[in-house]
């Protein structure tokens, strides 16, 4: 790749799966991108939703933050964050957004898992993960 390199933001640097991403390209940084990361109050950029975009121009932006355990308001908050993701990323001309949702939208089954499988969430946090996927907003530029 040639030029300028190209900005991606995590969103939700702290969490489990931030964290070992942050690990990974720690060890191993991929060339000609400059990783910008947010968390509420771990690594990264201290920002939340509503807050002016301190992170300027980006290429696109990887959505992993989200709520996991709490009551189902609490767990409602993912929709929240998934198109405040969205925002933020038409804000800074991000062309790509990537959402990483859960396999726990889907029902239970033995064996590998596809994408037209049923999705009847057995909890909560599935529930609350279904919601934000069945309210998708269309993404600046592409979608991956």
Not at 48 to 61: S, T
Request: glycine letters at 10%; charged letters at 15%.
């Amino acid at each position: 790749m040639s030029g300028q390199a190209k900005r991606i933001l995590v969103l939700g640097a702290s969490g489990r799966v931030g964290r070992l991403l942050r690990l990974v390209w720690e060890q191993s940084p991929p060339s000609d991108v400059e990783l910008l990361f947010q968390s509420r109050n771990g690594p990264g950029v201290h920002w939340e939703p509503g807050q002016p975009n301190p992170f300027g121009k980006l290429d696109a932006v990887i959505s992993l933050w989200g709520v996991t355990h709490g009551t189902q308001t609490e767990l409602a908050a993912n929709t929240t964050l998934a198109l405040a993701a969205q925002d933020l990323a038409a804000d800074a001309g991000a062309g790509r957004v990537l959402h990483c949702s859960s396999i726990a939208v889907y029902t239970p089954k033995d064996g590998m898992l596809a994408e037209t499988d049923l999705t009847e969430p057995p909890n909560a946090y599935g529930r609350a993960n279904w919601q934000w996927n069945r309210r998708w907003k269309t993404p600046p530029g592409q979608s991956l």
